[in-house]
């Protein structure tokens, strides 16, 4: 690492371990030939050591994946007659996807530098995913056609959050405001272009020349205004609902019509809070909006 004259360096290894581990449990009973019940449990963990996101020299990385999930499942199969059978079926995944960062929060970072800065410039994010499913499918039987429909729809509940750009972030470097400091290429006797750039980023990194500074500000309810501080956090809603209908006709011996139709819809997705600027059908014309 650098040239091997003013600047060297060395490589650091970090722990990059991975923990998964999962539990699964089913159920079935037969209460009666006209009722059967069926569930399903499910728990999962996945923890992973994150060395590829951090700067720094630590044998362990401030930044993890601690993620797990509940994924669970019910169904229950009523055959009230010989040609009629119903089938409701539900369940959710529940799971949690953070990118944790062990420490306190800096109060503010400083980057550019020409050598590595020790101090983890990584902030946490990550989401929280719960999804449900409920389904309801029957199947009758009559005569020379074979009919099932039913009626099926999932529901999406998406918090994600970051804190990525909440702490002000200071970039050194020399650029035209830095003047009269900063060497342009012939100013060094005997170094060039890229001689010349390291030269500039030693200078920027030993006086503290700040080249640029930044700040994300976010808001925490529609009244807030611009919060230092705040997460950028957001519940997000998606909802998609279907209906079906099909009937398998059997014509004649040698001949079977299927004729079915099926209709889904997929509202739009919802901000819970109303924290973002989404787009608005106007006058029903897509094509105009």
Do not use: C
């Amino acid at each position: 690492m650098g040239d091997g004259l003013n600047s060297t360096g060395y490589q650091f290894n970090a722990r990059s371990n991975i923990r998964r581990d999962s539990v699964l449990g089913r159920v079935d009973y037969n209460l009666s030939p006209k009722h059967v019940f069926s569930g399903t449990y499910r728990w999962n963990r996945d923890n992973d050591d994150r060395p590829d996101v951090f700067t720094g020299f630590n044998t362990v990385p401030p930044v993890s994946n601690m993620n797990h999930a509940n994924l669970f499942s019910g169904s229950w199969r009523w055959t009230p007659n010989s040609n009629l059978t119903n089938q409701l079926r539900g369940g959710g995944n529940l799971a949690y996807l953070p990118f944790d960062v062990s420490g306190t929060t800096p109060s503010y970072l400083v980057t550019g530098t020409l050598f590595t800065d020790p101090q983890n410039t990584f902030l946490p994010q990550g989401r929280t995913e719960h999804t449900f499913n409920l389904e309801d499918n029957a199947s009758w039987v009559h005569g020379n056609h074979s009919l099932t429909f039913g009626a099926q729809t999932q529901q999406d509940r998406i918090i994600p959050y970051n804190y990525g750009g909440i702490v002000p972030s200071y970039t050194l470097g020399v650029f035209s405001a830095n003047q009269p400091y900063g060497y342009n290429v012939g100013d060094i006797p005997g170094a060039d272009a890229v001689d010349t750039n390291t030269a500039n980023q030693l200078l920027g990194t030993l006086a503290g020349l700040v080249q640029s500074a930044s700040q994300t500000y976010n808001i925490t309810s529609k009244t807030s205004g611009f919060v230092a501080g705040a997460p950028q956090t957001q519940h997000l809603l998606f909802n998609t609902y279907a209906l079906y209908v099909s009937d398998t006709w059997k014509l004649r011996r040698n001949l079977t019509a299927v004729i079915g139709v099926r209709y889904d819809y997929f509202p739009p997705v919802q901000e819970q809070n109303g924290l973002l600027i989404e787009p608005q059908l106007i006058n029903n014309d897509p094509v105009a909006t």
